[in-house]
């Protein structure tokens, strides 16, 4: 059974930072790209970043590209996204997945696995 469990999130102010860690356990992670997605509060969930299962290539929303990074350790089986300069606009529950094949990086859809969501608040 796979499981994924993000952490991390919290209120913070406009122009902070933040870093959350999804671990994964289950499955084999290093064979899967991962992906993160934000739903925020009266929106549908969207893409914020994916990296590919070695870490060579990194995809990002044009909202938070030159903000947030993504990276991962596939000894620890860990995802991480650390997210600078922070917005309001940032505030959503963020969530981790992984990438079930080849298809999009950027589509619901083509992730087969989901975190619970963890809460990032960003004030003003």
């Known amino acids: 059974q796979v499981q994924l469990v993000e952490s991390g999130g919290g209120l913070v102010q406009a122009g902070g930072s933040l870093r959350l860690p999804c671990a994964v356990s289950g499955g084999s992670f290093s064979s899967y790209a991962m992906g993160w997605f934000r739903r925020p509060p009266g929106k549908e969930r969207e893409f914020v970043a994916a990296?590919?299962?070695?870490?060579?290539?990194?995809y990002y929303a044009e909202s938070v590209k030159d903000r947030f990074t993504i990276s991962r350790d596939n000894g620890d089986s860990t995802v991480y996204l650390q997210m600078n300069s922070l917005k309001p606009g940032d505030t959503a529950v963020y969530y981790c997945?992984?990438?079930?094949?080849?298809?999009?990086?950027?589509?619901?859809?083509?992730?087969?696995?989901w975190g619970q969501g963890t809460q990032v608040t960003v004030s003003s």
């Open positions: 997945a992984r990438r079930r094949g080849s298809g999009s990086y950027f589509t619901l859809l083509e992730y087969d696995y």
């Open positions: 990296i590919s299962w070695d870490g060579g290539d990194t």
